[in-house]
Structure formats: structure tokens, C-alpha cells
């Protein structure tokens, strides 16, 4: 039988954006996140990750300061015994950058949100019903990805998106200003 899951957003869904972070000191965990992260792992759900971080394809952080501050995430989380992340996906597409052969990651957008590429993987790697899923981030592009991939979508208003956030809420099934609203709200879905 196949698996629920919550799909994230990284920044400014999980912790706070800093653009092109390569530096694990710079990692702030929003608050409230590891609660609403512990709930849904203890209602049954597979959480993954799924992230653009065009700072590999832009050359401003390299995959071992990606590999860092990730750890530094996870170790903020502290999200207890037997409770991890099933998979952390990143595209590393530079949207700047098109077609370049010399660059082959900098050049390949095909994975980057809205793109549904990276749920589908690992849909695939973890045998996840889509369409019993959920997708969370606080971009339009999240909500999108989520979309595309036969999610269900919430829009957490954190960060420094607002101006997408009117866009965002329309395409989303739900929008709240916190984590902790989202879980509650994905909880209560058939």
C-alpha cells in the first residue's frame, strides 16, 4: 500500500531564508516547526523535503556547504527518535543560466519548482500516493509544485514572500500563518 506524505519547502517554510546560505551558522529554524514536523511523523506521514537551491548552479555555494547547512537544519529540528526526513531533494538549476553546455547542472531547470520532477521521484524511491500527499511551502512556485505533482497544497504565510502570498492562496487548498495551523489543517483531511 502506499504511503502519505508531506512534501516541504526549505526556505522561510522550515527556517529562515538567507540567500545562498553556505554557512551552518547562519541556520535559524522557525519556531513552531519542529512541533508541527513531530506531529504529522506521529500521525503516520513520510516527510521529505523538496528545495530549489540555485546557489550550487550559480557557483555561490558548493554541494559540501549545502551538505553543512542541511546537517545544521536537521540537527536545529531535533526531531527526536525514529523521526527523520524520508528524502531531501534539491534542484540546483540556475534560472539565469539556459542551455548551457559547458554548466550541465547550472543549465538543468527540469527539476526546479513548479516542476514536479522532484516529488515524483520520490514518489517513486518511496512508494508515496501523490494524491493522499500534501506539499507545504510559502512560494508560489511551492504551491504550484504541489499542484503539478497531484498534491494536496498549503500555503504557510513565513518569510519574506508576502507579495506572492495573495497569488499563492488562490492556487493553494489552504493557507495559515504558521506550521502548526498547517498540520492541524492537513490532519483533519480524509
Known sequence: MSRRAVFFDRDDTLMWNVPYLGDPAGVRVIPGVPEAL?????????????????????????????RAVTAEMLRQLDLGEGISFRGI????????????????????????KP????????????GI?????????????DILCGRNAG???????????????????????????SLGEVASWILAQP
Open 38 to 66: 513531530r506531529t504529522l511523523a506521529g500521525a503516520g506521514f513520510e516527510l521529505f523535503i523538496v528545495s530549489n537551491q540555485s546557489g550550487i548552479g550559480r557557483g555561490r555555494i558548493t554541494h559540501e556547504q549545502l
Open 151 to 177: 498534491c494536496r497544497t498549503a500555503l504557510v504565510r513565513t518569510g519574506e514572500n508576502g507579495k506572492e502570498w495573495p497569488t499563492a492562496a488562490r492556487f493553494a487548498d489552504f493557507a495559515a500563518d
Open 129 to 141: 500516493d501523490l494524491h493522499r500527499s500534501f506539499f507545504v511551502g510559502d512560494r508560489l512556485g
Open 89 to 112: 531533494y534539491h534542484s540546483h538549476g540556475d534560472p539565469t543560466v539556459r542551455g548551457d553546455a559547458a554548466h550541465p547542472e547550472a543549465a538543468d531547470l527540469t527539476t526546479r
Open 115 to 126: 516542476s514536479p520532477l522532484l516529488p515524483h521521484r520520490a514518489a517513486r524511491e518511496h
